[in-house]
């Protein structure tokens, strides 16, 4: 078992270098033989599709960092159980296609192997991820509070408060 400051430390390197887009350095975290999927539903195709090994992997980040700004994100806790780290994030995502800002939590789990990243599963919300890359039609649906913004805001609408 990993001490558990190293793993606080590497998760926080490892969250650094997305936000860098530095895929060199997150590929040196991450074990040749791991594995990493977004939670959801099959029927999501590849945006929940396992990807496994370095070239999948590396390749499957490349295409995240080209489509998703998540700088904004911030951590909120994290807990270290072991070799498993879940670390929840909150925060403002940028979709970069068309320059649209989302307010979402995210949770992720990783888990660790000789100090390196074997597994990682991250929670998202699907159905706004789905939207956004044109998977299914935005469903429009009002939340019944009023006040809560029912679309997301781009850089040409950045003063909208947060939900």
Not at 43 to 51: A, C, D, K, Q, V
Not at 73 to 90: A, K, N, Q
Not at 106 to 133: N, P, Q, W, Y
């Amino acid at each position: 078992m990993t001490d558990r400051r190293e793993l606080e430390r590497t998760v926080r390197t490892f969250y650094r270098a997305r936000n860098d887009n530095d895929i060199e350095q997150i590929m040196a975290l991450v074990d040749p033989n791991a594995c990493f999927r977004i939670a959801g539903n099959y029927r999501l195709g590849p945006l929940t599709h396992m990807t496994e090994g370095t070239s999948e992997i590396s390749a499957r980040f490349g295409d995240l960092m080209t489509n998703w700004d998540v700088s904004g994100l911030d951590i909120e806790s994290m807990h270290v159980d072991g070799d498993t780290v879940l670390v929840h994030r909150s925060g403002s995502i940028r979709f970069i296609p068309t320059d649209t800002f989302i307010d979402t939590e995210m949770l992720d789990k990783l888990t660790f192997s000789d100090g390196r990243i074997i597994e990682f599963v991250e929670f998202v919300d699907t159905l706004m991820a789905a939207e956004m890359i044109g998977f299914v039609k935005p469903s429009g649906i009002w939340t019944g509070v009023p006040g809560m913004p029912m679309e997301p805001r781009t850089a040409r609408d950045p003063g909208r408060p947060r939900a």
